[in-house]
């Protein structure tokens, strides 16, 4: 794979990453996931006005974003390498798609 082509796997990666934890997490149409989420887990009896930890995972971009990186992070790596590499290299990619995901977020307006 070429150099420009590599980096274009990257990129469309991370924009991945950004837009599927944006839906899930704040999108309309991720309500009803987030609704049924909220309804199957709801707060523990001690924290009644909060979430469960399900609950806030569907919630929050930054810990969601993680979640949707890693299989991201997989295609990518075995798009660029194989075998044990492409696994090493899908660990860092998780984590890295999912801090620029964060990075991206602060960028967008409230809604």
Known sequence: ???AAAVG???LGLLV???LTRV???DRIGL???QRVVVRFPAPPDDPGGFSLL???VHCRWCMSLWVAIPA???VAFLLQDGWTA????GALSCAFSYLTGLLVALEPED
């Open 1 to 3: 794979m070429s150099t």
């Open 9 to 11: 796997v990257l990129a």
């Open 17 to 19: 990453t950004a837009r």
């Open 24 to 26: 899930i997490t704040d």
């Open 32 to 34: 009803p996931l987030r």
């Open 55 to 57: 609950a806030y995972l």
């Open 73 to 75: 992070a997989l295609v």
């Open 87 to 90: 696994l090493a290299l899908a």
